[in-house]
T-cell receptor, first 113, second 112 residues
């Protein structure tokens, strides 16, 4: 089925480094969502983007809605050990009331203290 | 703060048994979603409720699966005659605005 393309698939970095990851689609999205998932837990919403070109921050996290509406980027500055987890991008697929989310495969982040 | 809650968190069952999961959404949220997630994948949509009405079901949801949301509050997902391929994390999400969905902690199902 429909799926978003995330890269990189995994990252292993040193504490304090900045991280960048992205998400692309062959289709246009009007909303981009970024989630973080810890092992054995549900995804937690980090940032929601609603406008092409929009840049939104949440603490050390910054996300951008691409101008073409086919991509989005997530940056984490000054990484810390608790940033470890899997980061997913997601976008609502339907135009109607059912805004079911389409997901990427995730970027797995490991942080070496 | 009462976020989305799910019960149980873990369920181990034998093949052929029936299981039921419960989801309690955030209280003012009228939209409720069920997703299934397997290892290394993102969540996959199963079904959607707006208030008490089940408005869409994925083709992933075979006849063995049924979901309800009586009175538009909590929801249950039942799997009858479980198979090993049903082993997965079952996630519930709720929303009020159209696009931001808030997830519960999930129910991890293992079918032996």
């Amino acid at each position: 089925g429909q799926q978003l393309n995330q890269s990189p698939q995994s990252m292993f970095i040193q504490e304090g480094e900045d991280v960048s990851m992205n998400c692309t689609s062959s289709s246009i999205f009007n909303t981009w969502l970024w989630y973080k998932q810890d092992p054995g837990e549900g995804p937690v919403l980090l940032i929601a983007l609603y406008k092409a070109g929009e840049l939104t921050s949440n603490g050390r996290l910054t996300a951008q809605f691409g101008i073409t509406r086919k991509d989005s980027f997530l940056n984490i500055s000054a990484s810390i050990p608790s940033d470890v987890g899997i980061y997913f991008c997601a976008g609502p697929w339907n135009a109607g009331n059912n805004r079911k989310l389409i997901w990427g495969l995730g970027t797995s982040l490991a942080v070496n203290p | 703060d009462t976020g989305v809650s799910q019960d149980p968190r873990h369920k181990i069952t034998k093949r052929g048994q029936n299981v039921t999961f419960r989801c309690d959404p955030i209280s003012e949220h009228n939209r409720l979603y069920w997703y299934r997630q397997t290892l290394g994948q993102g969540p996959e949509f199963l079904t959607y409720f707006q208030n008490e009405a089940q408005l869409e079901k994925s083709r992933l949801l075979s006849d063995r699966f049924s979901a309800e949301r009586p009175k538009g509050s909590f929801s249950t997902l039942e799997i009858q005659r479980t198979e090993q391929g049903d082993s997965a994390m079952y996630l519930c999400a709720s929303s009020f605005t159209a696009d931001e969905q808030f997830f519960g902690p999930g129910t991890r199902l293992t079918v032996l």
